[in-house]
T-cell receptor, first 115, second 113 residues
Framework: DVKVTQSSRYLVKRTGEKVFLECVQD?????MFWYRQDPGLGLRLIYF???????EKGDIPEGYSVSREKKERFSLILESASTNQTSMYLC??????????????FGPGTRLLVL | AQSVTQPDIHITVSEGASLELRCNYS??????LFWYVQSPGQGLQLLLK??????LVQGIKGFEAEFKRSQSSFNLRKPSVHWSDAAEYFC???????????FGPGTRLSVLP
């Protein structure tokens, strides 16, 4: 079974802190993704990566950065956390089969509260 | 660009009743279609997917979905709902290289005993 793990299930941080969310997948997937999920807004893509050291902005990258130094690990960084970044953060990974992006597999999510 | 709509924000059904959750997509070519389920406080779990071939696909937990190209729809069905099916359901459309999934807004399912 594909396993996507996230470093924390719950996190409480203060405004202005630097926050690291880590995601690890064990299926040698090329692609990794970070989403945030808010009530009424569904899933919104923050950043994604198709390869090591490669990153692309998603729909809402402002206030976030990412790092992918190893294939299995994709980190989301909040440089200076703000209260409007309180949310559920979901990591996902997928493989590429030819030109088709395969199923995305999700981690359990990190619920972040910024005070 | 792809887009996905799920017209029903919230649906309530009685346990044992049948269920249909609607999903409509917009995409110029043949899409890759997915249904995911999310229990409270959890990540998303894949229920089923359609890439090509038979337009009626079977998934886990007794769910099935039918791809109808003429209606740009991929509705999810279950003949008899169980209380444990109460969750949020997301339809998603994917495409080729360089194009990401687009998720619908989700439909929350409540099940009455």
């Amino acid at each position: 079974d594909v396993k996507v793990t996230q470093s924390s299930r719950y996190l409480v941080k203060r405004t202005g802190e630097k926050v690291f969310l880590e995601c690890v997948q064990d299926m040698d997937h090329e692609n990794m993704f970070w989403y945030r999920q808010d009530p009424g807004l569904g899933l919104r893509l923050i950043y994604f990566s198709y390869d090591v050291k490669m990153k692309e902005k998603g729909d809402i990258p402002e206030g976030y950065s990412v790092s992918r130094e190893k294939k299995e690990r994709f980190s989301l960084i909040l440089e200076s956390a703000s209260t409007n970044q309180t949310s559920m953060y979901l990591c996902a990974s997928s493989s590429l089969v030819g030109a088709r992006q395969e199923t995305q597999y999700f981690g359990p999510g990190t619920r972040l509260l910024v005070l | 660009a792809q887009s996905v709509t799920q017209p029903d924000i919230h649906i309530t059904v009685s346990e044992g009743a049948s269920l249909e959750l609607r999903c409509n997509y917009s995409y110029g070519a043949t899409p890759y279609l997915f249904w995911y389920v999310q229990s409270p406080g959890q990540g998303l779990q894949l229920l089923l997917k359609y890439f090509s071939g038979d337009t009626l696909v079977q998934g886990i937990k007794g769910f099935e979905a039918e791809f109808k190209r003429s209606q740009s729809s991929f509705n999810l069905r279950k003949p008899s709902v169980h209380w444990s099916d109460a969750a949020e359901y997301f339809c998603a459309v994917g495409a080729g290289y360089g194009q990401n999934f687009v998720f619908g807004p989700g439909t929350r399912l409540s099940v009455l005993p």
